[in-house]
């Protein structure tokens, strides 16, 4: 009974925190931590993860996608598919203008996806090959006609892929020598102001932003500290109001997040959606055998990984699509911990302990505790490994070379599995020089022929049928062995109000945050 | 003349010797008395120390137990450093004794390739070194060997070039003996002492060396070691201090002990210092 009670109490909650909800106040600076230090702050070239936090201020995309995905308007006001799935047409908002006063148009579209991104963003490119022509019928309509429908076109829009970028100052000139680069000028809430190398950026609040009553903020600066303890220590003594995920080691987490005033989030991921795996090299040795592969699925203890190693943020993962990207398919199989299994397997090939190289991956703490762990996961149900230890720049020449037998990375799913997913197992994209690609050799006729045809395949249910098959097909090869959907936890100064309200996070946060008097 | 005899008598020297002979009894059979692999994750992480019987030093950031971490790791700590600092003496002492004893352009040549050795910071070196024939255990002594020779080729040569000239070498010549003979068996004998004192000076800083590459992570992967758990520690000082106070305890009792004994063979050794005149 007292369940019930408090259930319904807690119903009402929402409701009740609504009634009494502060009206956001203007004003205020805030200070984030940033690492490392960015490259540049032209969003469209550079997609380093520092470039994109705040760049992701100074610049907008057509749309904003919250945490399920769903697209919102933001320069782009609607936009229509036609019945055929070929034709998209966008109305953009009126009245916008560019930091330096110049009106915001169709043109500006066009130049930015048609020449400049096209030209300077590999990962947009990709994409585009299935655009045919980009037009602008008026000052505010641009229309997008499609070789063949492209499912994943509505997820092309966010800040980080798409940047709008002014036509006035870019058209005719060399895109990468630009000076503008150093001095961005975008559409979005905050305007560039200064940026001292080695110490911090600074962006100031955009007075003749065309969202009415936004941005709350006045100021924020991105401090550059290179160290990760010192990164804590700015936090804990408020220096710093905000940490980004990722910027300071797992193991500090805790502690910082039962400081008094911090306020702790996973939200924002939902885009990227991090995807962990083992890399297992398809070609030779043990792991070239398919039950090698699943028994070390099986002896993977990824529970006890997610608690020691993550502070249990994070979801432990189930095949090659993450729980948040489009067509996700819950009901695949799960790989539990199970080492009888696992020696079962291994007994069944007739594995003869021969020793499998296992390499750590170079960036930090967290990694090289969890290659230790992975160990001893294998050596316990009888696999032999040895390690390899290397740095960051010999990690992406052996992967790229395919000289590992197993390795970890991380990569990101963009949202939909044409464009984050599929890049993993699609045969035609093995080759080496790539630490992103295929690089573990998996080859399936069959699984290559659905991937290309749920690209492309209209409407979605049709796209979801064949993601449902290749979702099967590749849990059961376990051509890499999936570790975790990682959550970096944002860590930020509780006085700091709706910080996180999209699915790329940090990247387009403080346009709609306000500071708690 | 007998050295155990005068190292007896100085107490200080005997702790060492005392703390030294348990840590070599632990290296040898600890880890048959205490089996299982150190990298065994065995119970919740961050265990404190002194709370459970079965884990009396408590669990690292993975569950791991310290007690076995150290026994392992004083296993390798002492393995590296009386290794390393054997392949330094082998390479110290040819060099220095025939830069000693020929003198001349021989002297020049092998000094100046001393120098070279001498001019960079043997830390840095060491650093390098691993990095480029990736981290074993092997790659580690070595680098530690190669840093720590020189030191010793510059003493045996200090020791020839003043023994060289004594007057039963010259009867030694005189005799019609070989070089080699002469440099093995007459004055080599007698340069020993202060070469045994480097030498366990030369262990305590070996230990140390590999304790600071491990540290810096660049120890071998697939061995639990002292500098590895301080390293690994690090980033959870202020959660679980005891995860690199403990460690650092063995690590300081370690190379204090071998200091101790190192000034202790000095006395005994040196006759000027001991006191004790009557050999």
């Known amino acids: 009974m007292k369940r019930i009670i408090m259930g319904v109490l807690l119903a009402f909650l929402p409701f009740a925190s609504n009634v009494y909800a502060e009206d956001p106040t203007d004003g205020g600076t805030i200070n984030v931590a940033v690492q490392p230090e960015p490259p540049s702050l032209m969003i469209g070239m550079y997609s380093n993860a520092t470039t994109q936090q705040v760049g992701g201020n100074i610049f907008e995309g057509l749309m904003r996608y919250d945490k399920d995905l769903k697209p919102h308007p933001a320069l782009a006001t609607s936009w229509e598919n036609s019945e055929d799935g070929k034709t998209w047409t966008f109305k953009l908002k009126e009245g916008v203008v560019w930091h330096d006063g110049k009106p915001f148009t169709s043109a500006d579209v066009v130049f930015s996806i048609d020449k400049m991104l096209r030209e300077v963003n590999a990962r947009l490119r990709t994409s585009l090959a299935f655009v045919e022509s980009i037009s602008a019928t008026d000052d505010y309509t641009v229309v997008f006609k499609l070789k063949e429908p492209f499912g994943p076109f509505i997820r092309l829009f966010e800040v980080g892929t798409t940047p709008m970028m002014p036509k006035h100052i870019y058209e005719g000139t060399d895109f990468k020598l630009n000076p503008a680069n150093h001095h961005p000028i975008g559409t979005g809430p905050f305007v560039f102001k200064e940026w001292k190398k080695g110490s911090f950026i600074h962006l100031a609040k955009n007075e003749k932003y065309h969202v009415k009553g936004l941005p709350h903020l006045d100021n924020i600066y991105w401090h550059v500290i290179p160290d990760a303890a010192s990164r804590s220590v700015a936090f804990e003594t408020g220096k710093i109001d905000v940490l980004p995920g990722g910027s300071v080691e797992n193991f500090d987490v805790p502690r910082l997040t039962e400081l008094d005033n911090a306020c702790v989030t996973t939200d924002g991921w939902e885009f990227f959606s991090p995807h962990a795996w083992l890399w297992l090299n398809n070609r030779q040795g043990p792991t070239a055998d398919k039950r090698f592969r699943q028994a070390i699925m099986y002896a993977m203890d990824r529970e006890f990984a997610k608690s020691a190693l993550w502070n249990n943020f994070g979801k432990i993962a189930k095949g090659p699509v993450g729980s948040k990207t489009a067509f996700f398919n819950s009901s695949l199989p799960d790989y539990e911990h199970n080492p009888e299994k696992a020696k079962a397997l291994l007994k069944e090939m007739g594995y003869d302990g021969t020793p499998v190289r296992l390499m750590a991956m170079p960036y930090g703490e967290t990694w090289q505790r969890w290659t230790e762990v992975i160990k001893q996961n294998l050596e316990e149900v009888g696999i032999k490994t040895k390690l390899v230890s290397t740095d960051v720049a010999g990690w992406n020449q052996k992967i790229s070379d395919w000289d590992y037998d197993i390795s970890f990375t991380y990569l990101y799913q963009y949202g939909d599995p044409a464009l984050g997913v599929s890049r993993t197992y699609l045969s035609t994209n093995i080759a080496k020089g790539s630490p992103w690609n295929n690089a573990e050799g998996y080859k399936n006729e069959q699984v290559d022929k659905w991937f290309n045809e749920a690209a492309t395949a209209f409407p979605d249910t049709k796209r979801a049928d064949l993601y449902n098959k290749i979702q099967k097909q590749i849990v059961e090869d376990v051509p890499v062995a999936w570790l975790m959907e990682l959550e970096f936890p944002t860590i930020y100064n509780c006085k700091v109000q709706n910080l996180i309200d999209s699915a790329i996070g940090i990247n387009d946060a403080f346009g709609t945050a306000w500071i708690k008097k | ?279």
């Open chain 2, 1 to 279: 003349m007998n050295i155990f005899k005068s190292l007896k008598r100085n107490k200080v020297a005997m702790v060492g010797f005392g703390i030294l002979f348990l840590l070599v009894i632990i290296a040898i059979f600890g880890p048959y008395l205490y089996d299982g692999s150190p990298w065994k994750m065995v119970q919740r992480p961050f265990l404190p120390p002194f709370q459970d019987s079965k884990f009396p030093l408590g669990t690292d950031t993975l569950g791991r137990d310290v007690l076995a971490g150290l026994i392992h790791g004083a296993r390798i700590s002492l393995l590296v450093g009386l290794i390393s600092t054997a392949i330094a003496l082998l390479i110290g002492i040819p060099l220095g004794a025939y830069a000693g004893y020929y003198g001349g352009w021989v002297d020049e040549v092998l000094m100046r390739f001393t120098e070279i050795f001498q001019t960079v910071p043997s830390f840095a070196l060491a650093v390098v070194l691993v990095a480029i024939f990736e981290p074993t255990v092997y790659s580690i002594t070595g680098a530690i060997a190669i840093v720590s020779w020189p030191p010793v080729a510059r003493l045996v040569r200090g020791e020839f070039l003043s023994l060289r000239s004594q007057e039963y070498v010259l009867a030694a010549k005189l005799n019609g003996q070989t070089n080699r003979n002469i440099i093995l068996k007459e004055i080599l004998p007698n340069s020993l002492s202060p070469i045994i004192v480097l030498a366990s000076l030369m262990v305590a800083s070996a230990i140390l060396l590999e304790s600071s590459l491990s540290f810096l992570g660049l120890g071998d992967p697939e061995i639990m070691s002292w500098g590895y758990m301080i390293g690994a520690a690090k980033t959870v000082l202020r959660q679980a201090w005891w995860l690199s106070f403990i460690p650092g305890v063995a690590i300081a009792v370690t190379v204090l002990s071998l200091n101790l004994l190192g000034e202790g063979l000095n006395e005994a050794l040196n006759p000027k210092l001991s006191g004790n005149r009557e050999n």
